[in-house]
């Protein structure tokens, strides 16, 4: 299993960026994918889970409304669309990925130890 970040970046508030994570080893249909940030001096923070073979997202009160999980046809490779961004969204954001085993809400309100598999991470930072 591998995934890899990219498209971080600085912007401003309000703005809009996209992350991908391309992945390979594994299929969508099997896994659950999910999006984390860690900020410095802050605990690693859930910002969306998605299970397809559940066909569940679980999005946390912080980002629901402005954050968009997606994915290729192919399955290869996953989006965070993140909109309307602010500067407490300023962090590193990682890709993780795990055999399915519990709902995708369960996962995403974990700091991520249900997670096996981890991306190297992008940096995001919003200027305010």
């Known amino acids: 299993v591998q995934l890899v970040e990219s498209g971080g970046g600085l912007v401003q508030t309000g703005e809009s960026l996209t992350l991908s994570c391309a992945t390979s080893g594994f299929s969508l249909d099997d896994y659950v994918i999910g999006w984390f940030r860690q900020a410095p001096g802050k605990q690693r923070e859930g910002v969306v889970c998605f299970s397809k073979s559940d066909n569940a997202t679980f999005y946390p009160d912080s980002v629901k409304g402005r954050f968009t999980i997606s994915n290729d046809v192919a399955g290869n490779t996953v989006y965070l669309k993140m909109d309307n961004l602010k500067p407490e969204d300023t962090a590193v954001y990682y890709c993780?990925?795990?055999?399915?085993?519990?709902?995708?809400?369960?996962?995403?309100?974990?700091?991520?130890?249900?997670?096996?598999?981890w991306g190297k991470g992008t940096q995001v930072t919003v200027s305010s």
């Open positions: 993780a990925a795990d055999f399915l085993r519990a709902p995708a809400s369960h996962y995403c309100s974990s700091d991520g130890y249900l997670f096996d598999h």
